[in-house]
């Protein structure tokens, strides 16, 4: 058995497979909404409740992956990694409790997520364009069957965005929507760089993979806007509802509570993104960075010089870590 561990700026997953008659088959998967990436944007630091949220989920997961028999583990941090000044000192603390963890590029996370989305579609003549929206930035790979044929990792998340224009709680529908166009606004100027990269390698299916993508796609599918999809007309028709909805402080159909402040910057983010690209549609995907890494792990074991499960010290009743 084989796990994977993607330490988000939102949400920490833990992905455990094995490889069953040439197809890997999924054991356990676990996810924890950690914020690590709250005020790095900001602050450059990851908070001290950001940092021991990571550490008590690390542990969680340390433990679920003792009750089976891994014979590989890899657990790679993203964009606050990649970002906070204390990133040293949390590594050093993972490591301290068993977990090697490897920060990751903008652009091999993005050849990941590429590969694990890859993996839920069927190999034929379609060009993709794959999507993930994270909490610090978001991945656009353009690509045909196993090829890539741009990769760009843009520095706009639905954390990082909470963080500058959501910061402070409103009441007022008009001050929300307000922020919304403030955000809209921002991560335009993120993505309209890449937008002639985009168009020059072309593609047929845009496909998008990540928590705020599946947030979206649930509430389209409670206001009627069809199945498993994000279109760029309910984005824009639902403005005004989402913004009143957050104002009042209501229940809105297809939005889980826990994700309750993620919602107007993730509109910003996904609204952008497919207004810049070009994008009418957007399919949901639920494969992502953990199964590509999976997948990755599985097919160069051999090659890699990653961290064995056996290397995770034993943990009696008196230990904390």
Known sequence: MYACIDLGSNSFHLLIGEWDDGRIRIV??????????????????????????????????????????????????????????????????????????????????????????????????????????????????????????????????????????????????????????????????????????????????AYASSGTVKMLKYICENHGYGENRITSAALEELKRTLAAGIAKGGPLPGLKEERRELLLPGWCVAAALMKVFDIEVLNFSATALREGMLDFLVRNEKTMPIMRASHLPKVNQASSL
Request: hydrophobic share 45%.
């Open 28 to 205: 356990e998967r676990c996810s924890e909404k950690v914020q690590l990436g709250e005020a790095v944007v900001t602050t450059g630091l990851i908070s001290d409740a950001a940092f021991q949220r990571g550490l008590a989920c690390l542990e969680n997961f340390r433990e679920l992956m003792r009750r089976h028999p891994i014979r590989q583990y890899w657990a790679l941090g993203t964009n606050a990694f990649r970002l906070a000044r204390n990133t040293p000192d949390f590594l050093t603390a993972a490591r301290d409790m068993g977990i090697r963890i490897s920060v990751i590029s903008g652009v091999q996370e993005a050849v990941l997520i590429y590969a694990g989305v890859i993996t839920s579609l069927p190999l034929n003549d379609e060009r993709r364009l794959i999507i993930d929206i994270g909490g610090g930035s978001t991945e656009v790979i353009a690509g045909h069957g196993h090829e890539r044929i741009m990769t760009e990792s843009l520095p706009a998340g639905t954390v990082g965005w909470r963080d500058r224009f959501f910061a402070e709680p409103s009441s007022d529908k008009r001050v929300l929507e307000a922020r919304m166009d403030a955000g809209l606004e921002a991560a335009l100027a993120i993505f309209e760089p890449a937008a002639a990269a985009v168009a020059r390698a072309g593609w047929d299916t």
